[in-house]
């Protein structure tokens, strides 16, 4: 029984930002909660498989974040796959920057080393049983 | 989402290892590399914004301050690719407890048992218990 809370989001993620988008005094049904977890999961496989799909006919066998663009957009997502366009680029942006700044092992010219307030705002209530803090796939800093 | 410009940093809300584990739930997919699991985990959170904010739209709009499933159903039907590839995956209206009974299955069930007509050729049995007065008891024959 445990095992199928696995296959899905964890609630306490999907609440979480529900609360952030709906106004405070509003409340969420726990069938509507559950039911949300859900749908979310069902988006991933559904993108998921789209994009495979488009993969396997071009004889890939690497899923790669072009093929989650052109998932979104083939499956009528254009709001997100706008949104989702310019992550990628800020992602392989922070890529290139990471693998740059790797390069320059003798450099000392690394000026700024503010630190961000962003860190705190994201931090997650560790107060929910079946909740997992996010691990960050990407956390860096552009020096602009 | 933290998108400004002095400091860039995205950090999808949503574990990638939970992400990757249901992606790969799919036996057709084989690697996915990080770029696109950070897109899923992405696009997955504007999706639900959209999704719960929708949905509590229609909820103000029945001027109710608890989002039921009910507005969850709603919302899905209003946006076409969502409703797609979602509204066959949402529990039916009689399975959910705040069923308000308008589909055929609810109405059978709600019914007593009473009111439903026994099929030919039966008798209820509750017949058996009536006392004499407008009809008479069945009789037994014990001799």
């Known amino acids: 029984m445990a095992d199928e809370q696995y296959r899905l989001l964890p609630i306490a993620n999907v609440v979480r930002i529900m609360k952030h988008i709906l106004p405070p005094s509003a409340k969420i049904s726990k069938e509507a909660k559950q039911t949300m977890q859900e749908c979310v999961t069902e988006f991933i496989s559904f993108v998921t498989s789209e994009a495979s799909d488009k993969c396997h006919k071009e004889n890939r066998k690497t899923l790669n974040g072009d093929d989650i663009c052109w998932a979104l957009t083939a499956l009528g997502f254009d709001n997100y796959a706008e949104a989702t366009v310019r992550y990628l680029h800020k992602y392989r942006e922070a890529e290139r920057e990471k693998a740059s700044s790797q390069n320059k092992a003798t450099s000392s010219q690394d000026k700024d080393d503010e630190e961000s307030s962003e860190d705190n705002s994201r931090q997650p209530a560790h107060q929910q049983t079946d909740y997992e803090a996010p691990s960050p796939v990407l956390e860096f800093r552009v020096h602009i | ?143």
């Open chain 2, 1 to 143: 989402m933290a998108d400004d410009e002095a400091v860039n940093l995205i950090r999808p809300e949503f574990p990638t290892g939970r992400v990757k584990k249901i992606m790969k739930l799919d036996k057709d997919i084989n690697k996915v590399n990080s770029e696109a699991l950070f897109l899923v985990s992405c696009s997955t959170d504007l999706f639900l914004r959209f999704l719960a904010e929708r949905s509590a739209e229609v909820a103000t709009e029945k001027k109710k301050k608890t989002v039921k499933l009910d507005h969850l159903r709603t919302a899905v039907k209003r946006h076409r690719p969502t409703s797609d590839f979602l509204l066959d995956s949402l529990p039916m209206p009689a399975e959910s407890t705040q069923a308000v009974g308008r589909s055929v299955t609810d109405r059978d069930r709600s019914r007593p048992v009473a009111d439903k007509p026994a099929p030919t050729g039966t008798r209820r049995i509750d017949q058996f218990f009536c006392k004499p007065g407008n009809e008479s008891p069945i009789k037994i024959n014990d001799t």
